[in-house]
């Protein structure tokens, strides 16, 4: 069929009306009619070739929540008509030791959505429907997209963490990415500090349920309470390791999902002296991205959203690229 889309033709390009036709459906495919799509940073980073894997034309999109429409003579698990999900996973191999035991997200072979295909700011979508996730009827479709990938990804973090209940636990940064950590992390009954530099934010993370807001200022070092159990770095810059990781008590983890583009001195002995870890995670396995989904619904994580016509999608993005959204933006048809 043929699809109308909005997609960035050339690094660094506007979004413009684009229309395509569909292959025909394979064995395992089923074609969705969109009803939202969130916006994510790395859709601009996609659309700008900052990872110089883009092929244009691109249709951004990651964050895709639609109904399906027909589906391939191998599905059985999803009917016509169900609503389902689509974050930023296209495929992986489904057969290595990763695959297997649940670790879709780490396949050697995963591919990305709009990595060699199109994505979701376009009227339909065809999608590999064992990467598609029946979406809880409790989630509004324009909530449902940035759990998809957001909300995964944070939620995975502090899962691989170990995050439990009962904990001390530290965001850093409160954005598309953060305000959701802080509100998996204090409704599954942890003890939240919220780091911000920005006064409007610190009170908005308390609305969110944070116990603690630390406004660090230029050239601060950031104080905790009492010692963290996990510490979820969510902005895309060097927060100022060393002094992080000493809010860490014994045997605490530093979790990285926002990526700075240089490379961080690692302070070696801050390590060494309470046993501390650090690492980063990636969105998350199936089995995860359903798991995120069943804990927002039951525990009421909502991400605060734009909503904007796709035919403004130029508007949304320039917005995101300013830093002007508050704190997710999503088309909707």
């Known amino acids: 069929m043929r699809v109308k889309a909005m997609a ?6 506007p979004l413009v009306p684009y229309a395509y036709e569909t292959a025909p459906l ?22 700008d070739d900052d990872w110089a ?3 244009f034309p691109l249709v951004p999109g990651h964050e895709v929540v639609g109904v399906v429409r027909e589906r391939g003579r191998e599905v059985a698990h999803l009917a016509v008509g169900d609503r389902v ?48 996730f029946p979406l809880p009827p409790g989630i509004p479709d324009e909530a449902a997209g940035p759990l998809l990938c957001g909300g995964v990804t944070v939620y995975s973090a502090l899962r691989h963490a170990g995050m439990t209940s009962g904990q001390e636990v ?27 530099t920005s006064e409007d934010k610190a009170s908005f993370a308390a609305r969110l349920g944070a116990h603690r807001t630390v406004v660090v200022r230029e050239g601060e070092r950031p104080r905790a309470e009492r010692p ?65 989904l069943d804990v927002a619904d039951r525990f ?15 508007k949304a993005f320039d917005r995101l690229r300013e830093n002007r959204v508050r704190y997710r933006a999503v088309l909707l048809p």
């Not at 940064?173 to 599954?188: I, P, S, T, Y």
Request: hydrophobic share 40%; with cysteine; aromatic share 4%.
């Open 8 to 13: 960035v033709m050339e690094r660094g390009g």
């Open 53 to 55: 894997i883009t092929r």
């Open 228 to 292: 963290l159990d996990i510490l979820l770095q969510t902005v895309p810059r060097d927060p100022g390791l060393a002094h992080f990781l000493d809010l860490l008590g014994s045997d605490g983890t530093l979790a990285f999902v926002g990526v700075p583009l240089e490379p961080i001195p690692l302070p070696v002995w801050a390590l060494l002296s309470k046993r501390r870890r650090i690492m980063a995670s990636p969105i998350g396995g199936r089995a995860l991205v359903a798991e995120t």
């Open 170 to 196: 530290g965001v850093v940064g409160l954005g598309g990415l953060g305000h959701l950590a802080v509100q998996f992390a204090a409704r599954l009954g942890n003890r939240v500090t919220a780091f911000t």
């Open 26 to 47: 394979g064995p395992h495919d089923v074609l969705l009619e969109v009803r939202a799509c969130g916006i994510c940073h790395s859709d601009l980073h996609m659309a």
């Open 85 to 132: 999900g689509v974050g930023w996973q296209r495929s992986s191999c489904l057969t290595c030791p990763d695959c297997l035991s649940g670790r879709e997200n780490l396949c050697s072979e995963n591919r990305g959505l709009i990595v060699g295909g199109h994505g979701g700011f376009a009227s339909h979508l065809v999608a590999d429907s064992r990467f598609c």
């Open 300 to 314: 009421g994580v909502r991400p605060v959203v734009e909503t904007y016509p796709l035919a403004e999608a130029q």
